[in-house]
């Protein structure tokens, strides 16, 4: 009898064990999914966000180098203030933020910053070669970063169009360097 016992005993033991372990791989799978799930949804909404401050600049930025001014707008120095305001709330916005983001999407941001600070810096509407130099990198630089922080927002999402998409935008200046040596 007491073999039998023995013998019903593990199974019973060995099936527990199994179960134990089961749930606790799942409790694990579980929280790790809930903590991956906030951080995309936390990033998602940080990179939107800082792409609708990034319009704002790119608005403001826009009216301020433009060789044209319409009718109505505000004239060139309060062009200046405007832009410099939703520039310094682009940049505290992204201050605030920034740990949501990857390193990759932080140093851009670092750079996009760096870029419009200079642009703003560079504008002088009264030297009308200055002038034009910043208005063609204006144009040349802000879609760049528009498409960049539009890539980086889909990857947030989880596209694995976008993934690849911001790999290969990440890995062709390498490349590029590479081929060059």
């Given at each position: 009898?007491?073999q039998?016992?023995?013998?019903?005993?593990?199974?019973?033991?060995?099936?527990?064990?199994v179960?134990?372990v089961?749930?606790?791989?799942s409790?694990?799978?579980?929280r790790?999914?809930t903590?991956?799930?906030?951080?995309?949804?936390?990033?998602?909404?940080?990179?939107?966000?800082?792409?609708?401050h990034?319009?704002?600049?790119?608005q403001?930025f826009?009216?301020?180098?433009?060789?044209?001014?319409y009718?109505?707008?505000?004239?060139?120095?309060?062009?200046?203030?405007?832009?410099?305001e939703?520039?310094?709330e682009?940049?505290t916005?992204?201050?605030h933020?920034y740990?949501w983001l990857s390193?990759g999407?932080s140093g851009r941001?670092?750079?996009f910053m760096?870029k419009?600070?200079?642009?703003?810096?560079?504008?002088?509407?009264?030297?009308l070669a200055?002038?034009?130099e910043?208005w063609?990198?204006?144009?040349k630089?802000s879609?760049?970063?528009t498409v960049?922080?539009?890539?980086?927002?889909?990857?947030?999402?989880g596209h694995r169009?976008?993934?690849?998409?911001r790999f290969?935008?990440?890995?062709?200046?390498?490349?590029?360097?590479?081929?060059?040596q």
């Amino acid at each position: 009898m007491e073999q039998l016992l023995t013998n019903l005993s593990q199974p019973v033991v060995s099936t527990l064990f199994v179960a134990v372990v089961t749930v606790f791989l799942s409790y694990l799978a579980g929280r790790r999914k809930t903590v991956h799930d906030r951080l995309y949804e936390e990033r998602a909404k940080v990179v939107a966000s800082l792409f609708k401050h990034f319009q704002d600049v790119k608005q403001r930025f826009a009216s301020l180098v433009s060789p044209i001014d319409y009718g109505g707008e505000p004239d060139k120095d309060e062009k200046a203030k405007l832009a410099a305001e939703s520039f310094d709330e682009f940049q505290t916005y992204y201050r605030h933020n920034y740990i949501w983001l990857s390193r990759g999407v932080s140093g851009r941001v670092e750079n996009f910053m760096n870029k419009y600070r200079q642009t703003f810096l560079d504008f002088d509407h009264e030297d009308l070669a200055k002038w034009n130099e910043v208005w063609k990198r204006f144009e040349k630089e802000s879609p760049e970063i528009t498409v960049r922080l539009e890539i980086e927002f889909r990857a947030a999402l989880g596209h694995r169009g976008a993934r690849l998409h911001r790999f290969w935008l990440d890995i062709r200046p390498r490349l590029s360097r590479l081929v060059r040596q």
